[in-house]
């Protein structure tokens, strides 16, 4: 033991706790697990148990602790080329919302779990979009998110995982087809505007008929209409006859 005595008993005290927080630091492994995430304790390469939320300390030799997020996680399938059951090549993509619920299984299932769940959305979104021709598939995108989560729920299961929420997020036609469905659409409209212009036409030509049929009936109505177009002229000069007596011509816009 060397003399330290010479040493100021300050130093002497900071040596010492320097030594003790080396030797802490180095055989005592400190770990803090968060609410929102998972963590498992290997002992020598084995799986001893799972750490629940807190902080825990174990003697490092031979200690291991593996952390995972267990939050909701959004991963985006990129646009994949299918041909529908009506042989047209569409390009589509999906939106995949899932979480980590047992990191156990998801270490010993797989080496990326999350490369295997995008591969499985991959050929699940080929298969449920290739099933149906493309008015199908764009008539309802809800059945195709629906048949892509119902095909991924096994595989995500076995890997550890829980798929939250599927939707379909594009469906992108190739220009010819675009612009023949966009022709199609317009035509539409087209034809739609002119049964409503039909329609109107029809009801103005019932409304005539109607109108003729009462002027048949009662012609005295034509001579109503007259004097009030009349009354509505302010250049228009109306007489009227009283018992043999005349009323002078009246200039309405002088007045």
Known sequence: MPDLSFLPQWLIALILAAGIGWIWTSCVLTVSVFEHQLALLYRNGRLRLALPPGKHRFWRPGAEVVLADARSQTTIIAGQEVLTSDALAVKVSLALTWRLVDLAKARAASVDYTADLYLAGQLALRAAAGSRDLDALLADPGAVAAEVAASLAPRA?????????????????????????????????????????????????????????????????????ALQAFADSPHVHVALGLGGARVPPTDRAAQ
Request: charged fraction near 30%; avoid cysteine.
């Open 157 to 225: 299961e076995a890997l550890g995982l829980a798929v939250e929420a599927v939707a379909l997020r594009d469906v992108m036609l190739p220009a010819p087809l675009k612009r023949a469905y966009a022709a199609e659409v317009e035509a539409r409209k087209e034809a739609a505007g002119a049964l409503e212009k039909a329609r109107g036409e029809q009801a103005v030509l019932r409304k005539l008929a109607n109108l003729a049929k009462m002027v048949e009936e009662s012609p005295g109505l034509m001579d109503l209409r």
